[in-house]
């Protein structure tokens, strides 16, 4: 029922986590006016705008003007409930919550976001790496030279390699690892590494698929480190712990 609970709080979020996506690259303010159709910009009333709901029964329209409205909306919401579920059945309901939960948020809208704009911003890293920082001291206390340790390799490795192949990734990407690392600790170790592997195999596909115009498709790494991030959630430790069993 916990578990549920949480999975019913990420739709909510996911909700929220929409309007981010949409408004925070725009400048715009994230809670006026409230939620309004893209296309025509009538408001959308409460009964239109519960997650998922709503959007099934008008069919991915507005009820004003009948455009259509981005079946994103619904992924992001889904995403977002079954990541908050995914770290409460991984991690355990405790206090530790207060890590993962925003931790989850952070990683799909600064996906989106970046999907988007090509763009990680500051003002969602700074305050997630603060919030970050002050949940391990709060509720992960021996922790905290790991999350620092960890933020700062994952950050200089990154910045290494944006600096060797400046076209790959931004300063927006190795802000974003050493994010991460302040949360997962040596658990970012395997999130990097699913990152990579996860860019290459689309990288391999869009090559396949587009041949010489590939280096045209431009594809941010954003995506692929929120990825790796939420697996580092879900099962950095036992990763991290295979890996030393296995080969150490």
Known sequence: ????????????VGSFLNVVIHRLPRGESLTRPASRCPSCGAPIKPYDNVPVVSWLLLRGRCRNCGAAI?????????????AFAGAALTRGVDDDLALWLPFAAMLIAVAGIDLDHRIIPNKI?????IWGLAATIAFRPDNVDDSLIAGG???TALLLAAVAYPAGMGMGDVKLTGVMGIYLGSGVAPAMLAAFLAGSLVGVAIIAREGRDARKKGVPFGPFLALGGLIGVFAGPELVDAYVDGFL
């Open 70 to 82: 981005g079946v994103r909306y619904p992924l992001v919401e889904l995403v977002t409930a079954a």
């Open 125 to 129: 890293l700074l305050p997630a790496a």
């Open 153 to 155: 390799v994952a950050f």
């Open 1 to 12: 029922m916990d578990v549920l609970l949480i999975g019913l709080l990420g739709l909510l």
